[in-house]
C-alpha cells in the first residue's frame, strides 16, 4: 500500500467547490479521480466501483454486521469540458447509482452477462472510497479500544484508492488521507507514487479554476 497526505488548503477548497456546485465532496473527488484515470488511460470512458454501506430495509434493523454494496460509476469525460461542467454530469451519474444502491452487485454482473474471469474484477478495476469526517465515538466503561494497524494489504482490484477527510477537535480541514492498494504485477511504488502526485496537481487546478 502507498500512503500519501493531501494538505488542509485542499480540502477546504475541495469542501467550498462542492458546497457552491451543490454537489459533495466525494463528487468533486470522483471527478478529479475520473479525469486523472481518463489522462492516464487515454480514454474517455472510466469506469470505477466504491463501497456503499447501509441498511435499506427495516428488516435488517436487528442485525449485527455491516451491510456493504458495491456501485458502478460510469462516465464520459470530454477534454473541451469545464471542470465545473464535468462535475455537473458526475453529480447526475452519483446520484443515480446511489438511487438503486440496494441492487446487488452480483445481480448487476448476472443481467449484463458479463465475460468471467479470474484475472479481473467485473465491470470495474479500479475502486474508489470516500470516508468523511466522523465523530462517532464508543463508551464502553473502563474497557479500552484501540486500531491494530497492519502492513498486510491484499489488492481485490488492480488499484483501490481510499481518501480520508480528518478535521480538528474544532471541525476544521486538517488534511486527506490517500491510501492507494495495488497489485504489484501492474504497478511499482514509483508508478502509484506519480499517480498520486498527479491526483493531488489535478484537485488543485480543478478547485482553483473549475471554469478551467
Known amino acids: 500500500a502507498f500512503r500519501a497526505q493531501f494538505g488542509a488548503d485542499l480540502q477546504t477548497r475541495i469542501v467550498e467547490l462542492a458546497r457552491s456546485s451543490g454537489t459533495t465532496p466525494f463528487m468533486v473527488v470522483h471527478a478529479g479521480f475520473a479525469l486523472l484515470l481518463s489522462r492516464l488511460s487515454n480514454t474517455t470512458d472510466i469506469v470505477v466501483g466504491t463501497p456503499v454501506a447501509g441498511r435499506g430495509d427495516a428488516a435488517l434493523d436487528d442485525l449485527v454486521g455491516m451491510f456493504v454494496n458495491t456501485l458502478v460509476l460510469r462516465t464520459e469525460v470530454d477534454a473541451d469540458e469545464t471542470f465545473a461542467a464535468f462535475l455537473t454530469r458526475v453529480r447526475s451519474v452519483d446520484l443515480g447509482a446511489f438511487g438503486h444502491a440496494d441492487v446487488p452487485f452480483e445481480r448487476l454482473v448476472e443481467a449484463l452477462d458479463v465475460e468471467r474471469s479470474q484475472a479481473r474484477n467485473p465491470l470495474f478495476q479500479v475502486s474508489l472510497s470516500f470516508q468523511g469526517r466522523s ?36 471541525g476544521e480541514a486538517a488534511g486527506l488521507g490517500i491510501e492507494i492498494i495495488y497489485a504489484t504485477d501492474m504497478f511499482d511504488e514509483n508508478t502509484v507514487a506519480s499517480f498520486v502526485e498527479r491526483f493531488e496537481r489535478v484537485l488543485a487546478a480543478a478547485t482553483a479554476a473549475p471554469a478551467t
Do not use: N, Q, R
Open 135 to 170: 465523530t462517532t465515538s464508543l463508551d464502553l466503561g473502563d474497557l479500552t479500544i484501540a486500531p491494530v494497524d497492519t502492513d498486510y494489504a491484499a489488492a481485490k482490484f488492480d488499484l483501490e484508492v481510499t481518501v480520508a477527510e480528518s478535521v480538528t477537535e474544532s
